[in-house]
């Protein structure tokens, strides 16, 4: 299925076969007994052959013409419901319960406790949709956890930048106990590694967000600033944060969306945002730009409430 062969196929055989395990308590232990599926627990080939042995899934879900994404163990699912047709959400449904024969089949379980229904749209055509999947005794969540990022169904990510904060916030009165005893460049890795890395994360998907939601962040920076450089609350940031060289967060989400046009742009970027924009040469130079070129975003024409799962 994968075009693995030969000797590499030879690899993998002898990797995966001929292993036992015990149970041992306190000084008790099992007989042996032979392991017919699953790999050794932290191995650097687990990673990739849990990929390979998941390849199917994607099979299963195409069939039913869904959107999805997968990321390790994490799969999710996307579906466009349009006001007067619930067919996509009958979809949606008859690809879970498939998911969900599949994985029996092949020694795996599909955890109800971690899948989660998100639905983005109007607030009208969300309970419409909620009062519709209530039918099939399906719980509707207001947010859900992405890779770190903290979805909304309004998709203002408030809910992600009281996290960040709150989280940042935890960590810098840590930081300020042990702050006397670090010399700048520890105190410097340690504000990386704890604040700004969070707030730069994913950072993209604040682009256009509210004013508000920016600043609650642009306060955790303000705040790291000044404790790595032991200024006090009255003195003005902007000069501590030049002497920092750190752009302002507002600017630190513009930055990142210009480089991932850029990357998109020149192949090495994502292909699934790449393939999202259009290059558009005008015929003549235009005066606003003078470079005449665009870089248009491919969207559609008509939207619906959209609901993902």
Known sequence: ???????????????????????????????????????????????????????????????????????????QLYVAVSPDDMGPIDDLLSCVLDIETWMGENFLKLNQDKTDILIVGPEAERER?????????????????????????????????????KTAFYHLRNIARVRPFLSQASAEILIHAFITSRIDYCNALLSGAKRNTVNR?????????????????????????????????????????LLLVYKSLHGTGPSFLSDLLLVYDPPRALRSTGAGLLVVPKVRTKTHGDASF
């Open 1 to 75: 299925m994968v075009g693995i062969t030969g000797t590499v196929h030879s690899w993998f055989e002898s990797y995966l076969t001929g292993r036992d395990f015990i149970v041992s308590v306190n000084d008790a232990s099992s007989g042996r007994h032979g392991l017919t599926c699953g790999v050794p627990q932290g191995s650097v080939l687990g990673p990739t052959l849990f990929n390979l042995y998941m390849l199917p899934l994607g099979d299963v879900i195409r069939r039913h013409g869904i959107n999805f994404h997968s990321y390790a163990d994490d799969t």
């Open 129 to 165: 949709v909620q009062s519709y999947l209530s039918t099939f005794n399906l719980n509707v969540c207001n947010k859900v956890k992405n890779l770190g990022v903290i979805l909304d169904a309004d998709l203002n990510f408030e809910a992600h930048a009281n996290q960040v904060t």
């Open 217 to 257: 962040l642009q306060l955790v920076q303000n705040s790291a600033a000044r404790l790595l450089t032991r200024t006090r609350k009255k003195e003005h940031i902007t000069p501590i944060l030049k002497s920092l060289h750190w752009l302002p967060v507002s600017f630190r989400i513009d930055f990142k969306v």
